[in-house]
C-alpha cells in the first residue's frame, strides 16, 4: 500500500485515463488530477455515478424526475466517501442524519437501533441486551465461541479460516432462536446482496467487523437530500471540468492497448486517449469485456476471470395517491415477510419526491429485494413485494399506484465462499496500472460505497508512486477486532514496555 509522503505534483505532461464515473472511478480522477496529472475520466452513461447514479424520466402527470438505482445510505463510518464528496461540499450540506434505522419483522415485530452507545462492543451487547427476541435464558444456549469471531477480526486470520465456509453456515453456528437471528442477523447479512448460501463467511464477518463491532460512529446514517445526480454527481462534474479533467459522458471503452514500454492507448466510442497511467475501474462485466477484447491486457485476465456477479437485485419506485401514517420512518429495512427487503419513503427526505407529496397529497415509496431467486418473473416479483409492503404498512393497501418504475438488475459482485484468495486487488502486473471498484481485494475493512472510494484513492496511489509523488491518505476503522490475538498482543507489548 503507498505510503504518504513524496513531492506534491507528478511531473510535468503527465497523462491518465479512468475509465468508469461510479463512485471509484470518480475518487481516482479526483487525487491524480489534484496531484497535477492531466485527467481523461472516460463514462459510458450519460451522467457519472454508476451504480449510485441516476437518470432522468418523467411521470403519467408530465412531471420530470429523477430516478436513483436504489436507496443508498451514507454511514459515518465511510471516511473515505466522505473525503471524496467533500471536494464539492465541504460541509456535505446535501445530507441528513436519521432518527432511527428499524428493523420490521413478521406480527407487528420491531428492532430499533437508536440510542445504542458507539464505542465497541457496547453497541452490539446494547443491542442484544434490549432485545426483545433474545432473552437471557437463550442465551446462554449460543455459541459463544462462534459469536465472538465478530469481535476477533484480523484480515490474514479471518480469511484464512473462514473465507472458504459459507455465511449461512457461520451464522447457523451461533444457535441464535430465529427471532433473534431474524431481526438482528439477517436483515444486515442481506444487504450485502449476496445470499447468504452463496457468500463467505469471512466476508460476512469482516462486514460485521466493519459496521458493527469495529465501527465507532453508530449505526444510524445519513441519506441524501436530493436525488443522487442533483446532489452528487452534476456538482461532482463541474468540480472536475473546473480542474481541468476531460469527463466524457456517453463513452464506451473499447480496447486498451500497450503504446510503448509504459503507456497506453485507450479506445473508446469517443475516440482515443494516449495516456502514461491508467485505472480500469469498471463494473465486472464490462471490465472483463474489455480486458477479453484487450490482448495486451492479457497479463490481467486470469485474475479478472474469476470474479462473478450477484443475483439481481429489484428497486420497485411507487407513487401513491395517498400519504403513508406519518409514524412510518423515512427508511425500514424488513425480513421475514416475502422477499422484501426494506421500505423507503422519499417523500420523508428527499426534496423532489416532497414537493409530488404535497402537490398530490400522496407518497412516493421504494421497495427493494436484494438477491432475488431464480425462477421468479417481473409480475410474481411485484405482486410478492406489494403484498409484503402491505402487510408491513396496512394503510397502503387503500392507496392508488398512480405511476411505478421497476428496476431489475444484476450487476453487483458477488463474494462467493473461496473467493478470497483469487480476488484481483488494486496493483496488477502491468506497471501504470491500477483495479478499482467494490470488487477488488482491499487491504482495510471497507464495503459497498465505502469500498468503491477507498479503492479508487488507492488505485491512484498505486500509479502515482513510482513517479514519487505524495499518495492521499486513507482512513478506516481498526483492521483488528477488539478480541484479535493480534491487537491484543499489541496492546499486551505496549503494556510491558517500559521507556
Known amino acids: 500500500m503507498p505510503r504518504p509522503g513524496g513531492a506534491e505534483r507528478a511531473p510535468r505532461g503527465t497523462r491518465a485515463a479512468v475509465v468508469g464515473g461510479g463512485i471509484a472511478g470518480v475518487a481516482a480522477a479526483t487525487v491524480l488530477c489534484e496531484r497535477g496529472v492531466d485527467v481523461t475520466l472516460i463514462e459510458k452513461e450519460p451522467g457519472l455515478g454508476g451504480r449510485a447514479g441516476g437518470f432522468k424520466s418523467t411521470l ?4 420530470a424526475f ?22 464539492f461540499d465541504p460541509q456535505l450540506s446535501f445530507l441528513r442524519r436519521l432518527d432511527d434505522y428499524p428493523i420490521l419483522g413478521p406480527s407487528g415485530m420491531v428492532q430499533s437501533f437508536a440510542g445504542l452507545p458507539k464505542m465497541p462492543p457496547l453497541p452490539v451487547l446494547a443491542l442484544a441486551w434490549r432485545s426483545p427476541y433474545l432473552h437471557a435464558s437463550e442465551v446462554v444456549r449460543t455459541n459463544a465461541r462462534a459469536a465472538l469471531e465478530m469481535l476477533r477480526f484480523d484480515a490474514e486470520r479471518t480469511y484464512r479460516r473462514f473465507d472458504a465456509m459459507r455465511a449461512s453456515t457461520y451464522l447457523d453456528s451461533l444457535a441464535f432462536p430465529p427471532d433473534a437471528r431474524r431481526m438482528l442477523f439477517n436483515v444486515f447479512s442481506h444487504s450485502f446482496f449476496n445470499p447468504e448460501s452463496e457468500m463467505s463467511a469471512a466476508e460476512l464477518l469482516m462486514m460485521f467487523h466493519f459496521y458493527m463491532t469495529g465501527n465507532v460512529e453508530g449505526l444510524i446514517f445519513d441519506v441524501a437530500r436530493r436525488p443522487m445526480p442533483a446532489a452528487i454527481w452534476n456538482p461532482f462534474s463541474s ?17 486498451v492497448d500497450r503504446s510503448g514500454a509504459s503507456r497506453f492507448r485507450v479506445t473508446h466510442s469517443g475516440g482515443q486517449d494516449e495516456v502514461d497511467l491508467l485505472v480500469l475501474a469498471l463494473d465486472v462485466a464490462s471490465l472483463q469485456k474489455l480486458v477479453t477484447g484487450s490482448p495486451d491486457l492479457g497479463p490481467l485476465a486470469a485474475r479478472v476471470a ?28 424488513t425480513t421475514g415477510v416475502g422477499l422484501l427487503d426494506n421500505i423507503s419513503i422519499y417523500d420523508r427526505f428527499q426534496d423532489e419526491s416532497q414537493a409530488w407529496a404535497r402537490a398530490h397529497g400522496g407518497s412516493v415509496v421504494e421497495l427493494h429485494a436484494y438477491a432475488v431467486p431464480p425462477g421468479i418473473d417481473e409480475d410474481a416479483l411485484k405482486a410478492d413485494l406489494l403484498t409484503s409492503f402491505h402487510s408491513f404498512y396496512g394503510e397502503a393497501a387503500e392507496s392508488r399506484i398512480v405511476d411505478q418504475v421497476f428496476l431489475l438488475r444484476q450487476d453487483c459482485p458477488a463474494f462467493p465462499p473461496g473467493g478470497h484468495v483469487v480476488r484481483p486487488g488494486v496493483e496488477t502486473p502491468l506497471a501504470g496500472l ?3 471498484g467494490d470488487f477488488v481485494a482491499m487491504p482495510i475493512p471497507c464495503a459497498l460505497m465505502e469500498r468503491a472510494a477507498a479503492s479508487g484513492f488507492l488505485a491512484a496511489n498505486t500509479v502515482l508512486a513510482p513517479l514519487g509523488v505524495m499518495a492521499q491518505p486513507l482512513r478506516s476503522v481498526p483492521s483488528q477486532g477488539l478480541l484479535s490475538p493480534l491487537r491484543i498482543g499489541r496492546s499486551a507489548l505496549a503494556q510491558n514496555t517500559h521507556p
Open 60 to 63: 403519467v402527470t408530465g412531471e
Open 66 to 87: 429523477e430516478m436513483e438505482r436504489g436507496f443508498h445510505a451514507f454511514f459515518a463510518q465511510y471516511y473515505n466517501l466522505r473525503s471524496l464528496l467533500r471536494r
Open 239 to 255: 468540480w472536475l471540468c473546473d480542474r481541468g479533467v476531460r469527463v466524457r459522458t456517453g463513452a464506451l471503452a473499447l480496447r
Open 306 to 333: 474469476t470474479l462473478g456477479v450477484t443475483r439481481p437485485f429489484a428497486v420497485w419506485r411507487l407513487w401513491l395517491d395517498r400519504a403513508l401514517a406519518p409514524h412510518r420512518a423515512p427508511f425500514a429495512g
Open 434 to 436: 491500477a483495479l478499482a
